[in-house]
């Protein structure tokens, strides 16, 4: 969803090239997305005279994309916190405090 917001222009072929999956799991996706309401697709003509899409996301895609960076977030924050906790433990335990 990035992506697209960043390149509302891209073609199928190039986001799966960008995203390093098939052009038909990118198809698959992208028509999830749309049947969730979460982006548009658009027709606009290309330099080329051929038709393409326009990927955008509507208001409900960009509530979505908030929703789950916030998770993401909220997911990395507590990773953050249990490691800091293990290398706080591992670090006493290397290196004890003195007259022990």
């Known amino acids: 969803m990035r992506l697209i917001e960043a390149q509302p222009e891209l073609s199928q072929r190039e986001i799966a090239a960008a995203l390093g999956i098939s052009l ?6 992208l028509r999830a997305l749309i049947a969730k309401g979460f982006i548009k697709a658009r027709n606009f003509r290309n330099s080329g005279e051929k038709i393409r ?12 994309k908030a929703r789950l960076s916030m998770a993401f ?28």
Do not use: F, M, Q, W
């Open 24 to 29: 038909g799991k990118t198809n698959y996706c």
């Open 53 to 64: 899409y326009l990927y955008v996301l509507t208001p409900l895609g960009i509530e979505h």
């Open 73 to 100: 977030l909220d997911r990395k924050r507590r990773e953050y916190e249990a490691l800091r906790r293990e290398i706080e433990i591992l670090s006493r335990e290397v290196n004890p405090p003195e007259g022990l």
